[in-house]
């Protein structure tokens, strides 16, 4: 049952309160500002396009688009026919695509004509013959610059089904009534990591996406002021939350379909960018452009930031030190939405700069369970961060036998993240990292997490990840650094730095550097990849020990 607007109610709300307001600027080369009543203009278009293709309640739109207004667009449109929308990576490969055309079956799929030359036709028709599923309509968009493209073109996209060019609005004049009464159906999916098996597709209820984006403005400060700088893909939950809490709460979203450095900074300063929550590869790389050539970030209020590459503490002394913006370490995940919490600007450095945080809303739950007995950890050490409320995957698209459902659940109902964490007294939650990454030393359990934020104080490391590894029974916990540019890491002083704060157990075996951290990009951002160091460190012990201990 609904416990709130739907996504197309929602939308309308904010039309209805100021239709002249901008909703989205399309960033890039050539900026175009969207003000709420043409966005709804083109959301109706869309909508009765949708229809007469066939998209009805419960269908599923694919969204191979890059950060281009027309992906929200179609995301309220099949909103407004109680379909959902699943959003494709540009980045995916033929066996990504096949696999989300597998599990998500889409009715249409809407793709990018002529995207920085990728050649998305020739992965859609590879990926079509791959898989035994529903041959999708292709809906071909050429973004927000260009003009449509020729029907003789846009048929070659066809694998089957036909395929047609979006209709475009003669008017802004948009009928928001008919937005209104709908049922509550799921609304979006977002693929998950991957990282045990193919990735899930985890689909929320159009309520919750609203709900969830109204908290999470009261919360963070969002209000009719507010820009949010979206550059992870709105196919990703990390940029489609900052992108519809900064709607929902009367602003406006930049849309940047790819990321130039200095082009953004300079956005940054031109359409007053109050908001950016991001991975900290993004903010690390903004950060070097404002170093480098300098910029005007008088209007930035507020930075939530993700630790996925190792370099949140860095970036955050800098936000905090040098542009006096304060920034917040943040939780989420495309099962949980992105933003499910952050830290408060009253809470101390650098703890804040930290995963975790408190929760947008009194109606997320979470606890932390031993994942071996199920009740209380031992004390001092972290469990499983389990979680309960709206902002809760609501299905998995494809999971037909409720076998993904079971296994991620608890009996008495509460999502399993997978994620290792302490939860505080006062709600608040500390997180440590994957279940996977956690480490035995010496008959502790340690968080890889710890030991990486303690090598990344120090002065020569731009960034840190530890692994762990087991020789003749006894696993040693092995850092690899990457040195801050111009510095040269001495791995002798960097166990003594870590030996000055942390309990001796928890000071790594080895210190490697190396010049740059095996990588992998995703859709909501880039991550070390921590099973490729870890065949390192096997090597590396296998061989002669090049580094002093």
Known sequence: MSTGPTLAELLADTVTTAPSSVAVIDGGSDPIRVT????????????????????????CVGVWLPNWSE??????AAAALGAHVIGINTRYGVADVAHVLDRARPKVVAIAHEFLGLDLRSRLHAAVAEVDAP???????????????????????????????????????????????????????????????????????????????????????????SVSLVVLPLSGVFGFVPAITAIAAGGAALLEPTFDDDLVV??????GV???????????????????????????????????????????????????????????????????????????????????GRPVSEDIEVRVVDPVTGGPPPDGEPGELQFRGYNVVDAYLGDDDGAIRARSF????????GDLGTVRPDGGFDYAGRMGDSIRLRGFLVEAAEIEIRLAEHPTVARTKVVGVTVDGDTRAIAFVEPVAGATPDPDELRAWCAAALAKFKVPDTVHVIEQMPTTVGTNGSKIKAAALRELAQQLLAGPQEVTR
Do not use: C
């Open 36 to 59: 709420r009543a043409e966005l709804s203009s083109r959301v109706l278009a869309m909508r009765d396009d949708l229809r007469s293709h066939g998209v009805e309640e419960g269908s």
């Open 410 to 417: 608890t009996e008495d109902g509460w999502f399993r993240s």
């Open 135 to 225: 041959v999708p309509e292709l809906a071909v968009v050429t973004g927000p610059t260009r003009a449509p493209a020729a029907p003789d073109v846009a048929a070659t996209y066809d694998v089957g089904a036909g395929a047609w060019i979006p209709s475009r609005p003669a008017s802004t004049a948009a009928d928001l009534e008919v937005l209104y009464g709908g049922s509550d159906a799921l609304a979006v999916a977002f693929t998950t990591s991957g990282s045990t098996g193919r990735p899930k597709l985890a689909a929320h209820l159009g309520s919750a996406v609203a709900r969830h984006a109204r908290n999470v403005a009261v919360a963070g400060g969002w209000d009719a002021s």
């Open 71 to 76: 992906a929200l667009v179609l995301q309220f």
């Open 266 to 271: 300079r956005h940054m300063a031109e359409f």
């Open 274 to 356: 109050t908001h950016l929550a991001s991975a900290d590869d993004v903010a690390g790389r903004l950060m070097d452009s404002v170093r480098a050539r300098g910029g005007n970030l008088s209007s930035w209020r507020r930075m939530l930031i993700g630790d996925f590459y190792g370099k949140s503490i860095k970036v955050a002394e800098w936000a905090e030190e040098e542009t006096d913006t304060p920034t917040l370490g943040i939780y989420g995940s495309s099962e949980l939405f992105a933003l499910t919490s952050f830290w408060r600007e009253h809470d101390a450095a650098p703890a804040r700069w930290r995963g975790g």
